[in-house]
Nanobody, 116 residues
Framework: QVQLVESGGGLVQPGGSLRLSCVAS????????MGWYRQAPGEQREWVAN???????NYPDSVKGRFTISRDDAKNTVDLQMNSLKPEDTAVYYC??????????WGQGTQVTVSS
């Protein structure tokens, strides 16, 4: 069973940047999808970025051009670079890695707060 641990969250001013990192306990080289989600208080969890096998990276319009997802198979990590942060980006951010029919792993989440 793959376990994930996120880090890198914190408090940042509007317009600032943060880099989130997700480390897997086992190799995720064969994963079908790696992604990041977020959940604000009172809101549903929403997708913010993913990397699909053979299909590259994908982002919703709300973060496109500001967020960048990347993977490092040698380190078993999935990172999320977040630039030009806005107060509405405030949420708990979760990492997700899945291989269809084998595992669907989630991290415990890391808090990101964008405020002046």
């Amino acid at each position: 069973q793959v376990q994930l641990v996120e880090s890198g969250g914190g408090l940042v001013q509007p317009g600032g940047s943060l880099r989130l990192s997700c480390v897997a306990s086992a190799s995720i080289f064969s994963a079908d999808v790696m992604g990041w989600y977020r959940q604000a208080p009172g809101e549903q969890r929403e997708w913010v970025a993913n990397i699909k096998r053979g299909r590259g990276t994908n982002y919703p319009d709300s973060v496109k051009g500001r967020f960048t997802i990347s993977r490092d198979d040698a380190k078993n990590t999935v990172d999320l670079q977040m630039n030009s942060l806005k107060p509405e980006d405030t949420a708990v951010y979760y990492c997700n890695v899945k291989r269809y029919g084998q595992y669907d792993a989630w991290g415990q989440g890391t808090q990101v707060t964008v405020s002046s």
